[in-house]
C-alpha cells in the first residue's frame, strides 16, 4: 500500500494547484474516480464528486483541492520515511495528503471487495481563501448526514474538537497629511489613530479568541505625517452569539472611538467567513473511529483549533463531519513535510472504519 499512496501522492504534486486554478488536479481526479468505477460529476464551483453506491448510512469524505501559494508542480524529495519539497515551492501535502488517503482507501475497498457504505468523495476547490468550494457544495441529492475532511491540523489521527470562528476585517482610516515640523494642529495622523485604539492583538478573552492585524500600510515618505492607513485583520474565536457579537463590535468601537478623538475619518468592513464548530465525542461516527484507532492499539485524541478548514462550512450546512489530521507539518511553507506511514495509518484506518459500519 505504501508504493501506491507515494505514486499517487507524487502524481498530484506534479500539478500546479493554486486556490482558483485547481483544474489540472480536478481533471486528474475526474479520470481517476471515473477509471475506479465512481459516478463523477464536476459542479459549477469546480468541486469534484464522486459517488460509489454501497450499503447502510451514506458517508462524505472531503479534502481540498487547492494550495497556498506557490503551489506550483514539483517532485517531491524523499528522505527515509518522510516527503518534502525540493526547497523551489511547498510540498503541498495539504492537502494532497488528504486526497491520496481517501483516494487509496477507496481503492483498497474496490479491490478486495470489503463492504462498505455509499461513500460520497467531494473533493473541494479555494479552500485555502475562504472555504468557497465547501461553502458551494451541494450534496443534497446522495442524502449523506455525516463525513470526514482529511486536513492537516495535528498529529496523524488526531480529531478536532473544535474549529474557531474566523472572521477578516479591513479598516480605513482617512486623516489630514501634514509636515512633521509645521503645525501638527494643521494634520490627523493616521497612525496615530490606529495607536490610540489600544487594540490588544494576540490572545483574548482566556485563550478563548485570537485578534490579529495582519498588515498596515500608511504613509508616503519618512518626513510626512501620514493621512491615511489601511489595515487587514482578522479575529478567530471559539465564541458564539452574543460573546462574538460583543468581541467584534469592540474592535469595530476600538477603531470608531479612536478616529472620533481625533478627527479622523474610518471606514470599518467585517466578514464572517468561517462558523465555529464543536465535536461531540458521542457522534456515531467518532466513535466508530475511535474503535478503530483502539483495536490497534493506538491512542485516541480530540484537540481544538484556531485553523478553519472545509468542515467549518460543512457543519454549518449541518453536515456532521469531523477533521482527522493527516500529520502534516509546517505546511504553507517551503519546509513542509509529510510521513509516509501517517499517510499508510490513516488510510488503513479510514477502511477499517468503513468496513465497521452498519450496512
Ligand atoms: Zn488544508
Redesign the pocket.
Known amino acids: 500500500m505504501k508504493e501506491a499512496i507515494e505514486r499517487t501522492f507524487r502524481e498530484l504534486a506534479a500539478f500546479n494547484s493554486p486556490s482558483k486554478n485547481e483544474v489540472r488536479v480536478a481533471s486528474y481526479l475526474q479520470e481517476q474516480l471515473t477509471t475506479m468505477g465512481l459516478e463523477v460529476k464536476v459542479d459549477d464551483f469546480g468541486n469534484v464528486i464522486g459517488y460509489l453506491s454501497g450499503r447502510g448510512e451514506s458517508i462524505l469524505l472531503n479534502a ?1 483541492m487547492d494550495g497556498v501559494p506557490p503551489a506550483k508542480g514539483h517532485i517531491p524529495v524523499k528522505e527515509g520515511d518522510v516527503l518534502r519539497s525540493d526547497g523551489s515551492t511547498n510540498l503541498r501535502a ?2 494532497i495528503a ?1 486526497i491520496t488517503i481517501i483516494l487509496e482507501a477507496t481503492i483498497t475497498i474496490i479491490e478486495g471487495k470489503k463492504k462498505h457504505p455509499p461513500l460520497v468523495l467531494a473533493f473541494t476547490a479555494q ?2 481563501i475562504g472555504l468557497w468550494g465547501a461553502k458551494a457544495l451541494d450534496v443534497t441529492e446522495y442524502d449523506v448526514n455525516q463525513g470526514i475532511v482529511f ?2 491540523a495535528f498529529g496523524a489521527g488526531t480529531v478536532v474538537s473544535k474549529g474557531a470562528c474566523y472572521v477578516a476585517f479591513d479598516v480605513e482610516i482617512k486623516g489630514k497629511e501634514t509636515h512633521p515640523g509645521k503645525d501638527l494642529s494643521q494634520g490627523v495622523n493616521a497612525v496615530k489613530v490606529l495607536l490610540d485604539t489600544g487594540i490588544q492583538v494576540g490572545e483574548a478573552d482566556k485563550g478563548q479568541t485570537r485578534v490579529n492585524i495582519g498588515t498596515v500600510s500608511a504613509g508616503k515618505a519618512r518626513n510626512v505625517v501620514p493621512g491615511n492607513a489601511t489595515i487587514q485583520g482578522e479575529i478567530r474565536s471559539f465564541l458564539t452569539g452574543d460573546k462574538l457579537s460583543g468581541r467584534l463590535s469592540e474592535v469595530e468601537m476600538a477603531f470608531k472611538n479612536a478616529a472620533s478623538r481625533n478627527g479622523a475619518q474610518v471606514e470599518f468592513t467585517q466578514k464572517q467567513l468561517a462558523f465555529a464548530y464543536k465535536v461531540d465525542e458521542d457522534e456515531p461516527l467518532v466513535q466508530k473511529y475511535k474503535e478503530v484507532v483502539g483495536a490497534r492499539g493506538g491512542e485516541f485524541e480530540m484537540a481544538e483549533t484556531f485553523v478553519a ?1 472545509d468542515a467549518n462550512a460543512l457543519r454549518e450546512k449541518g453536515l456532521k463531519v469531523f477533521v482527522i489530521s493527516t500529520g502534516v507539518e509546517s ?1 504553507h511553507s517551503v519546509n513542509e513535510t509529510v510521513k509516509l506511514s501517517d499517510m499508510e495509518q490513516l488510510t488503513s484506518d479510514l477502511v477499517a472504519l468503513l468496513e465497521l459500519l452498519p450496512q
Open positions: 481540498h495539504d492537502d488528504g479552500e485555502e486536513d492537516n478548514s505546511e
